[in-house]
């Protein structure tokens, strides 16, 4: 009980980890200043170059995004840099990230021939996902691919972070190994999220199994403090138990024990049903249109000519959301992959082929997966533009992301931060088309 009243009045912007118990050492930063930037290590892969070709052909769409044009005018932001901070890290852990930190910019960071514009860098870190059992069929998939995929997944982090700040009006940049003007590990360091053993960095809570991301930006920022050589490992008893309100050690332990195609809740306890409980005759349920739901109907001007007005903006009157939105477009057209010609080797058994699956869905970042066939019904008759849609596949993966009970305490439900938590569900769920 002590430790849920710990977790839900733990301020957003600290993030699940807890950063904010580390011993600092500005000393480091004039180290830094010295030190000559060195490009980011080019990203190795394996297992299965299917998944492989997928992850760099969503890389490359947020690359396509990674310098969004500023808004024409700056938006009336606080005074206090310290809510400019809290804003920005708010909103990259309501995005997934493990852990964010701000510094300024040196100039020794910038790669040779890169001077860019921005006084600041926010630094995302997206840690590996937890190894997918060696019985489970995706564990070939991702093997040699943790870095890549957890580079994807910083990546868009930052393409909408970095989204967020242009729609109030300041320049901002998004860099990645593999599409970076800037030192990664030297802007690590600065700000505050791992430290240098020899030619590595290493975080407190997960060592070396991480891959970050990092946007310039000439918003002015809050900047966190390096820290210090000593604060290598921040797994203390305080962190096991999770007095902070971070997410405790004992916690992160108990979900990687866990299955892998179970993911971190326990959906093995629920009862299950053949059918589901609520009445629904088969033959009585009609197919509709796209163009019956109220997203479209709105948009098309059936209720209102007013509503039709703001149908195009609902969500995107919420800073966060504006940034969302522009990658969430960007990969749209990859939601439909290309069928191979043959059928691959070695997957002809179902239960076998449904745990993979599962598995996968979780290590890129789901809550819960679940699989079922669909029903004639739940198809739509026609398309938003009047044509046909003939049922092409038998069964449906179904992806559900935790919103967080951050992002519900933040929101009315009837306001504009409720459309950018919509608009982020709806995004992360995209990545299923991986």
Known sequence: MFRKRKRLSRPVDFGPYPLERLRRDSNIIRAEKVRPAIAPKPMTSGGSKYLVEAINQHLTAYEELHEPEPFSKEAPVPDELSRHSADIKGAGYFLDASQIGICEMLDSAWLDGHKGVGSHAVVILVEYSAPIDSSNIAAGWVDGN????????????AACVSGQISSIGFISKCHWTGASEVDLDKLTVLAGLAVRQG??????????RFAVAVITTN??????TPLHADASNGRDL???????????????WRRKRRPSHLGPYPVEDLKRVDRPTTLIIDDEVPRVPSRANFYMRTALGDLSEKTKGQANRWSQKQPVAQGIVRPMWGVKPLQEGQTAEKVAD????????????????HYMGSSITGICEIPDYCWYSHDKRGQPIDPYHKYALTVLIDQGHETVLGASGNDWISGAQSCALIFVAQKSSV
Do not use: M, W
């Open 146 to 157: 943790a870095h890549l995929i957890a580079t994807l997944r910083t990546a868009e982090i």
């Open 199 to 208: 030619e590595e960095l290493v975080n407190p809570f997960v060592e070396r």
């Open 219 to 224: 918003y002015v920022l809050d900047c966190d």
């Open 238 to 252: 305080s962190y096991q138990l999770g007095l902070t309100g971070a997410v405790s050690g004992l916690e992160r």
């Open 346 to 361: 070695g997957v002809n058994d179902a239960e076998e082929n449904a745990k993979a699956l599962k598995a996968l869905s």
